[in-house]
């Protein structure tokens, strides 16, 4: 990625500088029932593959050998979620270090079209007592304001887990941020809406293999 660079020291991941255009959506294959409804590739599906599977090697150095509880954020995080926890495993597979996993899904939902709205509703969390006394990775897919991490991790954290980790796979950079970087991020991005590998605008563009930028018509079309 050529306006791409490393962020200094490995939670701030990959920082994709203000000024990044993106790739040509003529590289790529993508589905065309959004042919018109996007204005770039912002990060290939093999870059956040490569960029997952460095991310499963710094949570086995640093977890390796500890019980721990993944709590993955539907529905963005899933796919993330899934590839992060299928590289954690190919890594067991091959070290002396395992990771015992269990995976609970959660579900968290602030949007509207492509507005966050200060209604977060959190399903699947009712009751997380399981969580008492356990290593806890909470799997996001964005972070952005901060404010809803925020307000997850303090319904976490009443469970009274022995410790809390949280992978982001992309971190943006919007204005009166309050949010702490995550403890394994995968790319830190401009303030940009971002749709595609389960990322959505009122759910669609999940599909996508890509991270993509939407465009000013799909918005439109897919608005409610």
């Known amino acids: 990625m050529a ?3 490393a962020g200094s020291g490995k939670r701030h991941g990959i ?28 990060i290939p599906h093999g870059v956040i593959m490569d960029r997952t599977e460095r991310l499963a090697r710094n949570i086995m150095d640093d977890l390796g050998d500890h019980d721990i509880v ?7 995080g899933y796919q993330f979620c899934a590839d ?3 590289r954690i495993k190919a890594l067991s597979r091959n070290s002396n270090r395992t990771i015992p996993m ?6 968290l939902k602030s949007y509207l079209n492509d507005q966050s709205t200060e209604d977060l509703q959190i399903v699947g969390a009712e009751d997380l007592s399981f969580l008492n006394g356990k290593n806890v990775l909470i799997v996001e897919a964005i972070v952005g304001t901060g404010k809803t991490m925020k307000r997850l991790l303090e319904h976490v954290e009443a469970f009274r887990p022995k410790m809390i980790k949280v ?3 992309l971190v943006k950079r919007v204005p009166h941020s309050s949010a702490s970087l995550p403890d394994y991020v995968g790319f830190e991005i401009p303030n940009r809406f971002v749709v595609g590998y389960a990322l959505d605008y009122n759910e669609y563009f999940r599909d996508l293999d890509h991270i993509c930028v939407i465009s000013e018509s799909g918005k439109t079309k897919y608005k409610i």
């Open 70 to 76: 993944v709590l993955c954020v539907l529905k963005g």
């Open 84 to 86: 992060l926890v299928d």
């Open 102 to 107: 269990r995976v609970h899904f959660i579900r």
């Open 15 to 42: 920082v994709i500088r203000d000024e990044w255009p993106g790739y040509s959506l003529e590289l790529f294959s993508y589905p065309t029932h959004y042919c018109g409804d996007l204005e770039c590739v912002y």
């Open 167 to 169: 992978a982001g796979l």
């Open 3 to 5: 306006d791409a660079e």
